[in-house]
Every structure is written in structure tokens, then in C-alpha cells.
């Protein structure tokens, strides 16, 4: 028997107290409404209805079995809407990826915009490299990265792709920070820090091979997980490096200079199992995307591709000793801020 059809029908009938009128609410003839609740009443074990008098009502059985009725109907009815939901992507918990290096201002964006969209999801952010969320997914320990490209996709899925136009972090000491922008032959001659080749093989070869077509070729390549020791290694002398801005814009004694031609794009896609993925890895990888191209061009309007505050300045970016800038707030000599490219693939 179907306990839950038959205590529908009961609902209606005890709400009724006349099988006539419940069956015409319920579309269907009276004598299978009568027999669905004798069968119900047979299967309990106990009559529901009073029926020797000229009047229908309910025994002491029927009024308990109406309130737990309505009760059970109801959770049916939450579990139905929960369980669609969590299907949809709406509910669950979500395991997402993401670079170690990704900003603060990022992941604060990124998991605000995943609670408008799907207040009841729980989106645990785990940091990891590209070659660690590769595995992951793989391994099923992961239901959505953000990686850097080229990465084998094989059985991933693969969302909006944003491109991030890297410049070169110099000592501000360095003649070549005096220009409006470097060109990366320009580099020749220096040491590179750059991050260790395991935490994205393809984006580590890629970026290599750019530097040497264009006869930059490092006399010794030191690596750097953390933005922060990237930048810290320049600043002590031990190369140059490549990054968006931000980070180095942190620290006065250091230049960010935009590369000539544009020769270094970082590309960040998400990616999540073809097949058999979380219901809501889609939308993530598509509000990651949004969030980091929102978030780079609002870099670009804080100024964040010029330099940042400080005393008296060389070159690129001169002050005054009292801090003031000239004319529309940069130095005579300062090159102008040239924003980032963001492109969705």
C-alpha cells in the first residue's frame, strides 16, 4: 500500500467530513476514495471514521492520525523541496580550490557572491597549487579548482577563462624602474624569482619560454611560493619577478613597470569533473570568474598599476618632500597607469 497517497486522501476526507465532497476536491469517483480509506483503516488496524450516524466524523483514532497526518505530509513535502535543492546545487557543501597566491579582497568576494546566490550552501575554500587541485579532482577530494593554464583538462570541465596581463617587480633602485615599461630583453643579465615549477608545470614552462624568445635569459631562476617572499627577494637583490601589481604596490622600495608588448598573460580558468561533478560547481566557476575580472579592474581604478605611497621617489614616481604630486597627482616623470587586460575566453 502506498501509506503516503492514503493518508492524502484521508486528509481531505477527515478535513471534509463527507466522502462526496473530498472526492470532488480530489478529482476522483467516491467509491475508490471510500475503498482507498477502508484499506488504510484495515492496514491500521482500527476504523477512522465514525459513519452510523447521519453525519461523518472522526474517531478518537482519526483525530491522532489527522495531526500526524498533516505533520508527516509536511516533512514529505520539506524533505521533496531540500532534496531538489540540494540536486540543483543549492545546499551541500561545495569543496572549492583556490591559488594559494589569491588576495584576501578575492576570497571575501568570491564567498559573499556564492551566499547571495545559494544562501544554504557551504563552500569550504582550500589552498592549493594547480598541480595539487589537478589531483584532487581527479582523486575525487575536490569539487571545483581554479587553476593556472596550460593544465591537461582530460575529463574536466573547464569555465570562463579570465586573462591577467603580468608586469616585471624591480628594486626601486634599478635604472630599468625609471621606465615607463620594460620590455623583457631588457632583463637580461638578471636572476628571476618565480614560483616552484610544481605548483603549475604548463603556466612555469610557458612563462620560461616567453623570457627566452624574447633573449631574456635568467642567470639563475630562485623560487617563491608566497607573494609576499616573492617580493621580499627582490627587494633584497636577488632578481626581478613577474606579478599583477598589487602585491608589490605594498612596498615602497620596490617598482612595478608594465612589459612592453605584453608578453606574460596569466591565464586562470576553473575546472571541475566532467562527469558526476557537485551540481554547483558550474555557477561557482562562473562567479569566480566574474569576481576576478570585477576585481582586477577595480585594482586598475584604485591605482594599483602605479606606485605605491611613500617619501621622496626616483624616477618613475618623484615627490616633493612634503608628499604632494604634480598636476593630476603623479610625478612629471611617472609613467601613466596602463590598466590590466581582463578577457573571459
Not at 466524523?57 to 482519526?62: D, S
Not at 608566497?226 to 615602497?252: H, M, S, T, W
Not at 569576481?291 to 584604485?302: H, I, M, P, Q
Request: glycine share 12%; aromatic share 4%.
Amino acid at each position: 500500500m502506498d501509506l503516503l497517497r492514503h493518508l492524502r486522501l484521508f486528509v481531505v476526507v477527515a478535513e471534509e467530513l463527507h466522502f462526496s465532497r473530498a472526492a470532488d476536491l480530489l478529482g476522483m469517483a467516491q467509491p475508490p476514495l471510500s475503498q482507498a480509506v477502508r484499506r488504510l483503516e484495515k492496514d491500521l488496524g482500527t476504523e477512522l471514521f465514525d459513519r452510523s450516524r447521519r453525519q461523518v466524523e472522526l474517531t478518537p483514532a482519526g483525530a491522532v492520525l489527522l495531526d500526524e497526518a498533516r505533520d508527516l505530509l509536511a516533512r514529505e513535502e520539506r524533505l521533496r523541496v531540500l532534496v531538489r535543492r540540494a540536486a540543483e546545487g543549492d545546499l551541500g557543501t561545495l569543496r572549492a580550490g583556490v591559488p594559494p597566491e589569491t588576495p584576501a579582497p578575492v576570497l571575501h568576494a568570491l564567498l559573499a557572491a556564492c551566499a547571495r546566490h545559494a544562501p544554504g550552501l557551504r563552500v569550504d575554500l582550500q589552498e592549493m597549487t594547480t598541480g595539487e587541485q589537478v589531483r584532487a579532482l581527479a582523486a575525487g577530494g575536490l569539487d571545483v579548482g581554479l587553476v593556472h593554464r596550460p593544465v591537461d583538462v582530460t575529463d574536466l570541465a573547464t569555465g570562463p577563462e579570465v586573462r591577467l596581463e603580468l608586469g616585471v617587480v624591480l628594486p626601486r633602485t634599478s635604472p630599468l624602474a625609471r621606465l615607463p615599461e620594460v620590455a623583457l630583453a631588457d632583463l637580461a643579465g638578471h636572476d628571476l624569482v618565480l614560483f616552484p615549477r610544481a605548483t603549475a608545470p604548463g603556466w612555469y614552462d610557458e612563462t620560461l619560454d616567453a623570457c627566452r624568445r624574447a633573449g631574456f635569459e635568467p642567470g639563475r631562476v630562485r623560487h617563491a611560493r608566497n607573494p609576499e617572499f616573492l617580493i621580499g627577494l627582490v627587494l633584497a637583490g636577488y632578481g626581478v619577478a613577474f606579478d599583477q601589481g598589487p602585491v608589490a604596490r605594498k612596498e615602497p622600495r620596490v617598482a612595478w613597470r608594465p612589459l612592453a608588448g605584453r608578453p606574460l598573460v596569466r591565464r586562470v580558468a576553473p575546472v571541475w569533473p566532467a562527469r558526476g561533478g557537485h551540481p554547483a560547481a558550474r555557477r561557482f566557476a562562473e562567479l569566480a570568474a566574474q569576481v576576478l575580472a570585477r576585481d582586477t579592474a577595480g585594482s586598475v581604478l584604485r591605482g594599483d598599476t602605479g606606485d605605491a605611497g611613500g617619501g621622496n621617489r626616483d624616477g618613475g614616481g618623484n615627490r616633493d618632500g612634503g608628499g604632494h604630486r604634480d598636476g593630476d597627482g603623479r610625478g612629471p616623470d611617472a609613467p601613466a597607469p596602463r590598466p590590466w587586460s581582463v578577457v573571459y575566453g
